[in-house]
Structures are given as structure tokens and as C-alpha cells.
């Protein structure tokens, strides 16, 4: 057993090591501009519903259907249709470069939607104090709004990671690299099982601590919470 794992790492040690590092520059990149367009997205969508403290059923309505479009492409086609636009952007339409612009675009819309779900999870009571006071709309927002929200955001966070994870394997279908491109190249392919498993073994890794490192940040956060 020992001997087989040995041999197996002495030949794609390399590119399992090159794949996890290309899957998690895809994944932190990802997420950065993501939650820049996402969260003020998020926002605009909570404050501007019926009952938000601005509201504009217009502007919410527009948004909302540009939001839902587009969670509701499949990435893999998203991916296909943005091939010119990526080649456009950064140059190439294929590796870790050309994963990453239908990585944001597609985890956006669904980054907006969970900072809009844990929004709303705010004590309207709360804002309507911050409003009978003389509040601005950004102050509430900034002070009032985000900081209530702050022990449910990173739960959000991590299915946002986890989501954008599944995605890179996804992109590996067309050439994007990472772990999920190692899968399809050798593990379907080229039949070598133990690659294929060997890629799913780390992803499960990744989404664990993912998930660990979120819920743990946000127990530490939550002023609800009593040691």
C-alpha cells in the first residue's frame, strides 16, 4: 500500500501540487471580485425592495432580473458563451487566466443574493431607530446594516467559496486548470482512476476548511454568542 501511494505521488505529485494551487488562485481571486461587485449589489437589493429603507420597485425590479439571469445560466454554458469576451479581457480563453472572468460573472449575481438574504436577517426595528434619529441611507447601511449582518455573512461566505470551488472543477472541462481539470485530463481520459480520486480527496479537504474556517469566524463575531 505504501509502496503503490509512493509511486503514485513520485508521478503526479507535481501535478496534483500544480492543480490545488491553480484551484485555489481561481477560487481566492474569484472571491475577492466577486464580493466587490456582489456585495454593494447586495446591498442596492435589500434597501431598494418595497420595505427597504429606499425603496425604488424600478431599479429593484431591473436588478433583480439581471441578477437572476444570471444564476440561472449554467456556468458551463456561460463559460462557452464568454470565450470572445474572456479572450477580449485577458488575453486567452483557456488556463487559470481564462477561468477566472466566467468565475466572476457568474458568482456575482449569487454573491449578491446571499449578502441580500443575510441582510435581510436584520431587526427592521433596528433601522427604523437609525431613521427616526436622522440616519443617511449610506450611515444606516455602514453602520447599521452591515454590522448587524456581520455574524451571518461569513456563513454566506462560505457557501460562496464552496460554490465558486464546484465552479473551477467545472471549468476544467474546457481546459481551465486546477484540480478539475486534472480529473477529466487523466482521471476520464486517460482512465487513471487514482488521479480521478486523488482530485475529488483534495476538494473534499478544501471544502471542509472552507466551511471550518468561516463558521468559526463567525461564532467568534457574533455578539450573541456566550463563552
Known sequence: MLEALSAFFAQYGNLLR?????TLIMVSVTTVFAYLLGLPLGVLLNITKPDGI??????NSVVGWITNLGRSLPFLILMI??????KLIVGTKIGVRGAIVPLIISATPFVARMEESSLAEVDSGVQEAAQSMGATVPQIVCKVLLPEAMPSLPLGGSISMVTIL????IAGTIGAGGLGDLAIRYGYNRKVASMMWAS?????????????????????IDKRVRL
Open 18 to 22: 500544480e492543480g490545488t494551487i491553480d
Open 81 to 86: 458563451l464568454l470565450l470572445d469576451f474572456t
Open 200 to 220: 475529488v480527496i483534495i476538494l473534499v479537504i478544501l471544502v471542509q476548511i472552507i466551511q471550518s474556517v468561516f463558521s468559526f469566524v463567525s461564532r467568534k
Open 54 to 59: 429606499w425603496p425604488h420597485k424600478g431599479f
Open 166 to 169: 464546484a465552479y473551477t472543477a
